[in-house]
């Protein structure tokens, strides 16, 4: 992978907003479910732990299609793939949409996710190439900025939206944002001749190397325990905290901004110091889960708490997503993807594990603990892989010494 400095023509800045926008019609359709939650569980007359499913189904999706669509789009030009994508995730809204039943909106889930890991592993390799050597990192944060943004603006209003007409309308209206993001990168992101279609053998090769398998490790444990405690936000903050339904969509808001500044503050110190930042940001993850089984019961610090909670949770995007890039210096293409869909299979995991502490469990109080408990175990992966590097570094400088 190479990059290159812009120039004052140079199209990088466009790119990268044309990506964060298509980054927040994705992110948007990810997320708003769990503002919805309540709405769609009464309306399909379902558990909410069954409606946390479709949060798993999603996931899920995005984990089996990340490696598919990202050896179908292989020998496409990238903006081409991008828009292929985004194609898939248009329909698949648009069946959210018109979904009569719960079965059909979970296949509807599943398609439109599809394409999400595939369009984030080529968009962020994409994002990387057209800016100077030594803020990947930062650019991919911008990138995220879309996908943060949406928590910021697209669950919330997607919520008050789905509250006010019908959840059904909420994804009628992502609909409308893919085909928005759809023409953005069509217009913005120019063709990449320089940038050539990943060779898929070496690209799988990359998958033998420990360092890598342990960077996705990271990504699954290390964001799961988020969507072990978020996927149920909106029953939480109803039913334990006493926000009343009106005022989830506002605490969603604020949920949002810390996103955003946790991804900005991220990308930031992954471009500094890689590997301690992100050790670091875990732990303060889950000293802040933990904390949330008893700040849940107060309103007040439940939403301080919430807002502390989204900027140390997207903080660990921008590192965890470099370290692959960072390890799979081969196969950059396939193992960017394969850890979209890592996050995503710690979010299944996440809402399948929420799910059981509240079926089978003590409940909603437990998820904060539970959350921790994953996150502990991301930590642990980390450590590991450092301590490895760290060996692997003084084997190296034993050898040339010798």
Known sequence: MTSHAPSAGDPSRAALLALSVAAFAIGTTEFVIMGLLPEVAADLKVSIPSAGMLVSGYALGVAAGAPLLAA??????RRNALLALLGLFIAGNA??????????????????AFCHGSFFGIGAVVAAHVVPRGQGARAIALMFTGLTLANVLGVPFGTFLGQWAGWRSTFGAVTVLGVIAALGVWRLVPPLPDLHAPDMRREMAV???????????MTVLGFGGVFTVFTYIAPILQSQAHVSVGATGWVLVLFGAGTTLGNLLGGRLADWRLMPSLVAILVLLTLILVAFSWTMHSTVAAIATVFVWGVAAFATVPPLQMRVVQQAVDGPHLASTLNIAAFNLGNAIGAFIGGAVIDRGPGLPALGLAGAAVTVLGLLVTLWSMALERRRAVSTACAVNA
């Open 72 to 77: 179908l789009t292989a020998r496409m030009e």
């Open 207 to 217: 998958l033998r190397q420990p360092q890598v398998l342990l960077a996705l490790s």
């Open 95 to 112: 069946l959210c949409a018109i979904a009569p039943n719960y079965a059909v909106l979970m296949l509807a889930r599943v398609v439109a």
